[in-house]
Nanobody, 120 residues
Framework: QVQLVESGGGLVQVGGSLRLSCAAS????????MGWFRQAPGKEREFVAA????????RYADIVKGRFTISRDNAKNAVYLQMNSLKPEDTAVYYC?????????????WGQGTQVTVSS
């Protein structure tokens, strides 16, 4: 069984920064890519950023472009999300996800989430 464990969430003021981490543990799996999603209270879960494991290419939601940066550590099977210039609307539970079947398949591994709260 594979576990994805997020860390790094917390309370930060508007304009501040946080760095989220997600590490995979358990059995070895084929990693085609990892991503970050978030869900705010009363809203649906939304895509934030993703990184393809083979070449490190990245994708971002428009609302975080220029503020958030996703990166990876292949050796550790870990992904990070550097969040700068945080806004109150970034408040959400952030989830890490991985694609173990194919880059073109849906995310099939999910973490439990870490809370990010941006106070004004």
């Amino acid at each position: 069984q594979v576990q994805l464990v997020e860390s790094g969430g917390g309370l930060v003021q508007v304009g501040g920064s946080l760095r989220l981490s997600c590490a995979a543990s358990g059995r070895t799996f084929s990693n085609y890519g990892m991503g970050w999603f978030r869900q705010a209270p009363g809203k649906e879960r939304e895509f934030v950023a993703a990184i393809m494991w083979s070449d490190g290419s990245t994708r971002y939601a428009d609302i975080v472009k220029g503020r958030f940066t996703i990166s990876r550590d292949n050796a550790k099977n870990a992904v990070y999300l550097q969040m700068n210039s945080l806004k109150p609307e970034d408040t959400a539970v952030y989830y890490c996800a991985a694609k173990s079947r194919s880059w073109y398949q849906p995310y099939d591994l999910w973490g439990q989430g870490t809370q990010v709260t941006v106070s004004s």
